[in-house]
């Protein structure tokens, strides 16, 4: 936009406009959870939007959010009773338009693709000890499902003692060998920058205490060891210390504990180091909703004539906030009452002198 500066500071450089240069993403940073979050104030856990494609371990059925009219994810919403920021300001008695853009040709990427890893390599691994869904088996009878992912594979697992999908699988029986095939594969452990396993706090038994959402794994330790059942169980670590190779470890672990519900879970999680993507197309150039800092840290920009009236002078806030925010800023900005319940605050509230 060759006039963006004229935009927020105004024809006479003199607009007063607020920069939040800091603001975090949901997790994950995809189109549809993000902005359901962003224009829900509520982590994906809260509005039943989770991902853009998931297993839901209840109705063992895939539900996908692709939709050009974003009816399934209204539908959700409104099964859930969750409100949206267009809802909140016409209950002000206020109205709001919104415009979605579908078209990406000739845009610049903020992480392009350095290495693309077949789509189907995860399946491929977990074949000779699951029974996955085909032509002949359905998600219900499978005994693993894994879900289209480009960035990070989600990897469900049924319980095989129980035969039952809401039952936690056995971290010795289900989940250790899921495990041992995903370290036996050399791709894998190229583009995998953390595996995380899910942890299942007063339902499940088996000599290891859980009392958090998720496990890292120290997939090195594990590598080397015996793999054995207690090497396996020694290489689970606490969610933080499993993600120490990351910039926005804190960030990840707050994100991941705020995405699912317990129905939509899945059992492994797998990571890519930056730049990697699972690809059925490998002519794609650019893709989005990774872990890293370009994909998840970006800036709001608040500016107008009107602004003057409500906050004097120009102010940046470089203090950490969140997509979530969006709607008490909104409502702050307009004069409406904040909504109770949600997952944002407002951080203009102190910027009055």
Same mark, same amino acid.
């Given at each position: 936009?060759?006039?963006?500066?004229? +935009?927020?500071?105004?024809?006479?450089?003199?607009?007063?406009?607020?920069?939040?240069?800091?603001?975090?993403?949901?997790?994950?940073?995809?189109?549809?959870?993000?902005?359901?979050?962003?224009?829900?104030?509520?982590?994906?856990?809260?509005?039943?939007?989770?991902?853009?494609?998931?297993?839901?371990?209840?109705?063992?059925?895939?539900?996908? @959010?692709?939709?050009?009219?974003?009816?399934?994810?209204?539908?959700?919403?409104?099964?859930?009773?969750?409100?949206?920021?267009?809802?909140?300001?016409?209950?002000?008695?206020?109205?709001?338009?919104?415009?979605?853009?579908?078209?990406?040709?000739?845009?610049?990427?903020?992480?392009?693709?350095?290495?693309?890893?077949?789509?189907?390599?995860?399946?491929?691994?977990?074949?000779?000890?699951?029974?996955?869904?085909?032509?002949?088996?359905?998600?219900?009878?499978?005994?693993?499902?894994?879900?289209?992912?480009?960035?990070? =594979?989600?990897?469900?697992?049924?319980?095989?003692?129980?035969?039952?999908?809401?039952?936690?699988?056995?971290?010795?029986?289900?989940?250790?060998?899921?495990?041992?095939? +995903? @370290?036996?594969?050399?791709?894998?452990?190229?583009?995998?920058?953390? @595996?995380?396993?899910?942890?299942?706090?007063?339902?499940?038994?088996?000599?290891?205490?859980?009392?958090?959402?998720?496990?890292?794994?120290?997939?090195?330790?594990?590598?080397?060891?015996?793999?054995?059942?207690?090497?396996?169980?020694?290489?689970?670590?606490?969610?933080?210390?499993?993600?120490?190779?990351?910039? +926005?470890?804190?960030?990840?672990?707050?994100? +991941?504990?705020?995405?699912?519900?317990?129905?939509?879970?899945?059992?492994?999680?797998?990571?890519? =180091?930056?730049?990697?993507?699972?690809?059925?197309?490998?002519?794609?150039?650019?893709?989005?909703?990774?872990?890293?800092?370009?994909?998840?840290?970006?800036?709001?920009?608040?500016?107008?004539?009107?602004?003057?009236?409500?906050?004097?002078?120009?102010?940046?806030?470089?203090?950490?906030?969140?997509?979530?925010?969006?709607?008490?800023?909104?409502?702050?900005?307009?004069?409406?009452?904040?909504?109770?319940?949600?997952?944002?605050?407002?951080?203009?509230?102190?910027?009055?002198?």
């Amino acid at each position: 936009m060759p006039h963006f500066k004229e +935009l927020i500071q105004g024809a006479g450089g003199k607009q007063n406009y607020i920069h939040l240069s800091n603001v975090f993403t949901t997790i994950p940073a995809a189109s549809v959870p993000a902005c359901t979050s962003m224009y829900t104030g509520l982590h994906p856990q809260n509005t039943g939007v989770v991902s853009t494609i998931w297993f839901d371990r209840r109705s063992t059925k895939v539900r996908t @959010m692709i939709s050009y009219g974003q009816q399934r994810i209204n539908h959700i919403l409104t099964q859930n009773n969750v409100k949206t920021l267009f809802e909140y300001v016409g209950a002000a008695g206020k109205t709001s338009l919104s415009a979605m853009l579908m078209i990406d040709k000739g845009t610049d990427w903020s992480i392009k693709i350095e290495k693309h890893i077949a789509d189907t390599v995860v399946a491929a691994c977990l074949k000779p000890g699951f029974n996955l869904p085909g032509l002949s088996i359905s998600h219900h009878r499978s005994e693993a499902v894994v879900m289209p992912g480009a960035c990070t =594979k989600e990897i469900y697992l049924k319980n095989r003692h129980t035969e039952n999908w809401l039952h936690p699988p056995g971290l010795l029986t289900d989940v250790k060998p899921a495990i041992d095939l +995903l @370290m036996d594969d050399d791709t894998i452990q190229d583009c995998v920058n953390a @595996m995380v396993i899910r942890q299942y706090p007063g339902e499940r038994n088996e000599g290891i205490v859980e009392n958090d959402a998720w496990w890292g794994f120290d997939r090195q330790s594990y590598q080397n060891g015996p793999r054995s059942d207690s090497s396996f169980l020694k290489a689970l670590l606490p969610l933080k210390a499993g993600l120490h190779q990351f910039e +926005l470890k804190d960030y990840i672990s707050e994100g +991941l504990t705020r995405q699912y519900t317990r129905e939509t879970t899945p059992d492994i999680k797998l990571i890519n =180091k930056k730049g990697y993507y699972f690809e059925v197309d490998f002519t794609k150039y650019g893709h989005h909703g990774s872990y890293y800092p370009e994909d998840t840290v970006l800036s709001f920009w608040i500016a107008g004539p009107g602004l003057k009236t409500i906050i004097p002078e120009r102010h940046t806030i470089a203090s950490a906030t969140s997509t979530l925010d969006l709607i008490p800023m909104v409502a702050y900005l307009l004069g409406m009452q904040q909504p109770v319940g949600i997952d944002g605050r407002n951080p203009l509230a102190g910027l009055k002198p």
